[in-house]
């Protein structure tokens, strides 16, 4: 079983650095499959806590805006992973592979 001791928190901002609020940010580990969501709030900032180690897919989407998930995230004890996004206007995915 999975410690729980790691977190993931960062910004969601437009292409022109405005915050964006509402925004759905997913965390999906990518051993076990188990996800947890949460939104930004007004500043457009998120943080989830208490989530297992190992490797993560990070997903931030909003309507009218392209979703932008991250790859290449391995969770470490007690790490608080800053993960960024900027969502661009459009409907389109784009996935980025961090290494």
């Given at each position: 079983?999975?410690?729980?001791?790691?977190?993931?928190?960062?910004?969601?901002?437009?292409s022109?650095g405005?915050?964006?609020?509402?925004a759905?940010?997913?965390v999906?580990?990518?051993?076990t499959?188990?996800?947890?969501?949460t939104n930004?709030?007004?500043?457009?900032?998120y943080?989830?806590?208490?989530?297992?180690?190992?490797?993560?897919?990070v997903?931030?989407?909003?309507t009218?805006?392209k979703a932008?998930a991250r790859?290449?995230?391995?969770?470490?004890l007690?790490?608080?992973a800053?993960?960024?996004?900027?969502l661009?206007?459009?409907?389109?995915?784009s996935?980025?592979?961090?290494?």
């Amino acid at each position: 079983m999975a410690q729980v001791t790691a977190a993931v928190s960062g910004t969601i901002e437009d292409s022109s650095g405005s915050a964006v609020a509402g925004a759905t940010i997913t965390v999906t580990s990518l051993e076990t499959g188990g996800r947890r969501r949460t939104n930004s709030d007004g500043s457009g900032n998120y943080s989830i806590l208490s989530l297992p180690l190992g490797a993560i897919e990070v997903r931030a989407e909003k309507t009218g805006f392209k979703a932008v998930a991250r790859t290449g995230i391995t969770l470490e004890l007690d790490q608080n992973a800053k993960v960024n996004f900027r969502l661009e206007v459009g409907e389109f995915v784009s996935q980025i592979t961090v290494s």
